[in-house]
């Protein structure tokens, strides 16, 4: 069964960082770039961030960039986002999603490799709370 | 930056019902990649259509999207009580973006 799980979250003084962690289970992580996506309480989703599959490209929303950083190892099947100088406004629920582009070197060993634009696999999301 | 807007904010219908939700663009999007996803609460969002018009897996017939350019539509033809639930329009361009959802309520 693919799935994500997502862990670190918790409450955080402003001007604070914290670390979030992605893990996968059942595909091959390695071949998908992973999306990270918050949604702030009784609001709307908010794309925050995306790594490549192989950890070499990012990018981020305005609203986080050059405070908030992904990175990978696919050694571990983790994906990270490391949240720095951390505001009142980052206060969210977080999100990885799986790309469901396979892009990497192995897709062809897959069972059932996806070929489209969108996301398709979510973690259940973990709570940052960031509060004085 | 494409912005995306869901209208309406919520409709208000009964089980059996059909219920058509409305995604504009701000500038063309290509309809590959244009995606709905649904989100009732507590729970992560699921995908339910992809490429503008494609059912995911696992995804009843009753639902299914059109439209292109600017305009898109997702339609669900007869209202279960499992889809009573916050649908949002999603564009995989740079940056990507979401609507505001539309949230379908009894």
């Known amino acids: 069964q693919v799935q994500l799980v997502e862990s670190g979250g918790g409450v955080v003084q402003p001007g604070r960082s914290l670390r979030l962690s992605c893990r996968d289970s059942g595909f091959i992580f390695s071949n998908y770039a992973v999306h990270w996506v918050r949604q702030t309480p009784g609001k709307g989703l908010e794309w925050v961030a995306v790594i490549s599959y192989d950890g070499i490209s990012h990018y981020y929303a305005d609203s986080v960039r050059g405070r908030f950083i992904t990175s990978r190892d696919n050694s571990k099947n983790t994906v990270f986002l490391q949240m720095n100088s951390l505001t009142t406004d980052d206060t969210a629920v977080y999100y990885c999603?799986?790309?469901?582009?396979?892009?990497?070197?192995?897709?062809?060993?897959?069972?059932?490799?996806?070929?489209?634009?969108?996301?398709?696999?979510w973690g259940q999301g973990t709570t940052v709370t960031v509060s004085s | 930056e494409i912005v995306l807007t869901q209208s309406p904010g919520t409709l208000s219908l009964s089980p059996g019902e059909g219920a058509t939700l409305s995604c504009r663009a701000s500038q063309s999007v290509s309809s590959t990649f244009l995606a709905w996803y649904q989100q009732k609460p507590g729970q992560a969002p699921r995908l339910l259509i992809y490429?503008?018009?494609s059912r995911a897996t696992g995804i009843p017939d009753r639902f299914s999207g059109t439209g292109s350019g600017t305009d898109f539509t997702l339609t669900i033809s007869r209202l279960e009580p499992e889809d009573f639930a916050v649908y949002y329009c999603?564009?995989?361009?740079?940056?990507?973006?979401f609507g505001q959802g539309t949230k379908v309520e009894i």
């Open positions: 490429g503008a018009s």
């Open positions: 999603a799986r790309d469901a582009y396979c892009s990497g070197p192995t897709c062809y060993e897959e069972a059932n490799p996806s070929y489209f634009y969108a996301m398709d696999v």
């Open positions: 999603q564009q995989s361009g740079s940056p990507v973006t």
